[in-house]
T-cell receptor, first 118, second 111 residues
Framework: GAVVSQHPSRVICKSGTSVKIECRSL??????MFWYRQFPKQSLMLMAT?????????EQGVEKDKFLINHASLTLSTLTVTSAHPEDSSFYIC??????????????FGPGTRLLVL | QKEVEQNSGPLSVPEGAIASLNCTYS??????FFWYRQYSGKSPELIMS????GDKEDGRFTAQLNKASQYVSLLIRDSQPSDSATYLC???????????FGKGTSLLVTP
């Protein structure tokens, strides 16, 4: 079953509004969460890395004031796209790294959130 | 910019044949290599991970790694139509846990 959830799965918003995407690890504590973005016909591109309780580390070219990441607990990270514009329309995918019941540490991807900005 | 390169395809193979997917990477410091399968509109699903030179087999899948040549491949034996998807090669970034993905190879298995 799913071990990482994302909410919402799909969102349509007007240009200029802000959108919050939640990423939750369901049965393990995620020490690190990653946020990726995928444009049509392109690969996943890492946006930022977040560790619980500390500031996120953003990749070059990703505006930290536009893409606000909060990793307030070991099971929840949020990505807020502020003042969204049509060019922010994309598939946003989180992944979480931590130790599951098998005691194996690995990385699990969420199901993704498709954002469409009109 | 450290690159992960894949042939975009599409790669078309008949059902029951072996599909061979290839990937090269530029970062010699990379330690971890992954193959993900992605269906249209869905999130990537881990198929294989490999960390040492040589072959690693899991069911119908075999991953091959050659660090000297900076090359990793995935073989799918007895290909099934349900294997039709985009296969993403991913390599860890800067010895960390974040991943650098290739653009993916589209595989089509025809009945």
């Amino acid at each position: 079953g799913a071990v990482v959830s994302q909410h919402p799965s799909r969102v349509i918003c007007k240009s200029g509004t802000s959108v919050k995407i939640e990423c939750r690890s369901l049965d393990f504590q995620a020490t690190t969460m990653f946020w990726y973005r995928q444009f049509p016909k392109q690969s996943l591109m890492l946006m930022a890395t977040s560790n619980e309780g500390s500031k996120a580390t953003y990749e070059q070219g990703v505006e930290k004031d536009k893409f606000l990441i909060n990793h307030a607990s070991l099971t929840l990270s949020t990505l807020t796209v502020t003042s969204a514009h049509p060019e922010d329309s994309s598939f946003y995918i989180c992944s979480a790294r931590g130790v599951r019941l098998t005691r194996q540490e690995t990385q699990y991807f969420g199901p993704g959130t498709r954002l469409l900005v009109l | 910019q450290k690159e992960v390169e894949q042939n975009s395809g599409p790669l078309s193979v008949p059902e029951g044949a072996i599909a061979s997917l290839n990937c090269t990477y530029s970062d010699r410091g990379s330690q971890s290599f992954f193959w993900y399968r992605q269906y249209s509109g869905k999130s990537p699903e881990l198929i294989m991970s490999i960390y040492s030179n040589g072959d690693k087999e899991d069911g119908r899948f075999t991953a091959q790694l050659n660090k000297a040549s900076q090359y990793v491949s995935l073989l799918i034996r007895d290909s099934q139509p349900s294997d039709s998807a985009t296969y993403l090669c991913a390599v860890n970034i800067n010895s960390g846990y974040a991943l650098n993905f290739g653009k993916g190879t589209s595989l089509l298995v025809t009945p």
